[in-house]
């Protein structure tokens, strides 16, 4: 599993402008200066004190880029399954698909946003077609929102294509590689949800 998943791209996510790949393997990091600094040592930030070590900023440089890159291609997904679609709904879409009819305010909760910004967001999936909302039999001042039958057909053929994706891009990895990074992703996302 020790590919560079980004080899040939800047910290930026540029491509250099000259002279080759960057190494980015857990012997080295590069430090203000680009010098190299030996895994494990910890590097001062303009005083005495040791900031962190390489193993955590290792960890920041990938997570920034993968989100980085994840978030490219949500808006990718998002114009797959419509056009129209802003990159933001469409992790709305994968929840319903995912766990079925669910409250507003279940989903706002999810999500990380206010009744406002879920409102508009909703009317707008309403408006293309991909979702319906309905009044929630238990609490009749509630609605319950639910991917229509052509937004579930579209919300899974794009999800069916992007695992295609990585089943193909992941092919020279070992499965049980593949399930341990998932789970390490798991039991990351458990402990930044806190």
């Known amino acids: 599993m020790g590919a560079d998943v980004h080899k040939g791209e800047d910290r930026n996510g540029d491509r250099p402008s000259g002279g080759g790949d960057r190494p980015s393997g857990d012997a080295e990091r590069l430090s203000g200066g680009g010098d190299a600094v030996p895994a494990g040592d910890a590097v001062p930030a303009g005083g005495d004190e040791p900031v962190a070590d390489h193993e955590y900023l290792s960890l920041e440089r990938e997570l920034t880029f993968l989100l980085r890159?994840?978030?490219a291609n949500q808006g990718e997904m998002a114009r797959e399954v419509h056009p129209d679609l802003e990159s933001a709904a469409y992790g709305l879409l994968v929840r319903l698909e995912e766990y079925g009819r669910q409250r507003a305010t279940e989903l706002a909760a999810y999500i990380g946003v206010g009744k406002a910004t879920m409102s508009r967001q909703l009317r707008?999936?309403?408006?293309?077609?991909?979702?319906?909302?309905?009044?929630?039999?238990?609490?009749?001042?509630?609605?319950?929102?639910?991917?229509?039958?052509?937004?579930?057909r579209r919300v899974t053929h794009v999800r069916e294509a992007r695992r295609a994706r990585y089943v193909s891009q992941l092919s020279h990895w070992d499965r049980r590689e593949v399930a341990e990074l998932a789970r390490l992703l798991q039991q990351l996302n458990g402990v930044i949800g806190k």
């Open 69 to 71: 890159r994840a978030r």
């Open 124 to 152: 707008a999936l309403e408006d293309l077609g991909l979702l319906a909302r309905e009044p929630d039999p238990a609490d009749g001042r509630a609605w319950l929102v639910d991917l229509t039958d052509e937004g579930r």
